[in-house]
């Protein structure tokens, strides 16, 4: 049981791209990736644990702190997933589905119905990329 204060670590079943579907807490809207995370997510699903760190990495850019990144193909296993949530309902969960195709490579983001911010993540998530923000790449030449 996880310990009180603690944020617990999603699991995979937990955050089946299946199940998320189905829960109605949830308002979702997919769009095509950003094409610098279709590379990244590419090289993710070739090796062990690449794919719960590339999670990692786009958790790192997500708007909230509760939330959950799974990379899972449309039919078949989680390949990876990271996040940090204090309760079973992230605020926001964001699925990366890999394809073969580029233009078939899919984010899909759920937002709990419940937020009166939930355009805000819709639209701050949005092709989603981890190419370097503005304000990093001022702070990193000063």
Not at 23 to 49: K, N, P, T, W
Request: a negative charge.
């Amino acid at each position: 049981a996880p310990k009180p204060g603690v944020p617990a670590s999603p699991t995979r079943s937990t955050y089946a791209p299946s199940k998320l579907l189905l829960d109605e807490r949830y308002e979702r809207r997919a769009c095509c990736m950003h094409l610098s995370l279709v590379s990244e997510l590419r090289e993710s699903i070739e090796g062990e644990g690449k794919a719960t760190s590339l999670c990692q990495r786009v958790l790192e850019r997500l708007p909230e702190q509760e939330a959950v990144v799974v990379v899972a193909s449309a039919v078949g296993r989680t390949l990876g997933v990271a996040g940090q949530v204090e309760n079973p309902s992230p605020k926001i969960v964001l699925w990366l589905i890999p394809d073969p195709a580029d233009i078939d490579c899919k984010q899909t983001t759920f937002v709990l119905k419940s937020l009166e911010n939930r355009e805000m993540l819709f639209q701050s998530t949005y092709k989603l990329s981890l190419e370097p923000r503005a304000s990093e790449e001022v702070a990193s030449t000063e």
